[in-house]
């Protein structure tokens, strides 16, 4: 079974500084990737996702993430932060050809202040 | 878009009981996936449903068991509840084209004491 790992569990960030979480993944085969956003008393909205193809992908509100097949990675990057973007991160991998369901990562809380 | 949208928004239980959360789907959603995340954990797969049958469980005990419907809501039961069950319940919903990331609901928080 595939499993994900989220590095930082807690970061926090000046606003306008660079964000990048890290995200890894154990599994051999070909798979999909995903970053999930989490705002304080909100749902889970998806963030961006990978399919195949180019491995920086660029999702919503500034966000990108690349796709390193050598090192099982999918680091989520900002480059400038802002207040608003305080929330839950969280990494998903399925199996490509799969079931697809998704398998997570425990998060990481960021904190952007003012 | 309806999106997802689950019932009770917060449920307190005691030990022992039997609890039913509720899910309808995003229109145009034939699957729907049940998910549990404890404070400061990422969500768990508990199971998924398509076309009103198991299509995948995690690892959780059969005393958690689903059903879905033929408009695509579907029902989360948990049986003989104890303690570390309190968390967030999450319903996912997805189209029938696989793999285009799915659509959560707000969840459900149950407590159980």
């Known amino acids: 079974a595939q499993s994900v790992s989220q590095h930082n569990h807690h970061v926090i960030l000046s606003e306008a500084a660079s964000l990048e979480l890290g995200c890894n993944y154990s599994?051999?085969?070909?798979?999909?990737l995903f970053w999930y956003v989490q705002y304080p008393g909100q749902h889970l909205q998806l963030l961006l996702k990978y399919f195949s193809g180019d491995p920086l992908v660029k999702g919503i509100k500034g966000f990108e993430a690349e796709f390193i097949k050598s090192k099982f990675s999918f680091n989520l990057r900002k480059p400038s932060v802002q207040w608003s973007d305080t929330a839950e991160y969280f990494c998903a991998v399925n199996r490509a050809g799969g079931s697809y369901i998704p398998t997570f990562g425990r998060g990481t809380s960021l904190i952007v202040h003012p | 878009e309806t999106g997802v949208t689950q019932s009770p928004t917060h449920l307190i239980k005691t030990r022992g009981q039997q609890v039913t959360l509720r899910c309808s789907s995003q229109?145009?959603?034939?699957?729907v996936s049940w998910y549990q995340q404890a404070l400061g954990q990422g969500p768990q797969f508990i199971f998924q449903y398509y076309r009103e049958e198991e299509n995948g469980r995690g690892n959780f005990p059969p005393r958690f068991s689903g059903l879905q419907f033929p408009n695509y809501s579907s029902e989360l039961n948990v049986n003989a509840l104890e303690l570390d069950d309190s968390a967030l319940y999450l319903c996912a919903s997805s189209p029938p084209v696989p793999n285009y990331g799915y659509t959560f609901g707000s969840g459900t928080r149950l407590t159980v004491v």
């Open positions: 229109s145009g959603h034939n699957t």
């Open positions: 599994y051999g085969g070909t798979v999909n």
